[in-house]
């Protein structure tokens, strides 16, 4: 294996770990949201604030009547658009490093 490829594939594994890590903080806060966790817990605090800074662009894009619809659908879409390009990246970095 070249020196070049396997510094593409380092990239493509560093890229694909940080979208799986943004996805499973949004995820996380998707589930505390749901299972109504204690809104004063720090920890529940750090995820909501981290998981609305990653969802920014998404978390208000639907107006759900029902508020877990809003945010299962809008917190949601943004995890799934961060592993379908990070994933997507990491695999073209692949083919073509």
């Known amino acids: 294996m070249s020196p070049r490829r396997s510094g593409s594939n380092q990239v493509a594994t560093i890229i694909m770990v940080v ?6 903080i949004i995820g996380l806060w998707i589930l505390m ?26 978390h208000d894009l639907f107006t759900f009547d029902e508020a877990w619809a809003r945010v299962v659908a809008g917190y949601g879409l943004a995890a799934l658009v961060y ?15």
Do not use: Q
């Open 19 to 24: 979208a799986d890590v943004m996805a499973v």
């Open 33 to 58: 949201y749901l299972l109504d966790a204690n809104r004063a817990n720090d920890l529940v605090i750090l995820i909501r604030d981290v998981a609305g800074w990653l969802a920014g662009w998404s």
């Open 83 to 97: 592993l379908f390009v990070g994933h997507a990246v990491a695999g073209r970095l692949r083919r073509h490093g």
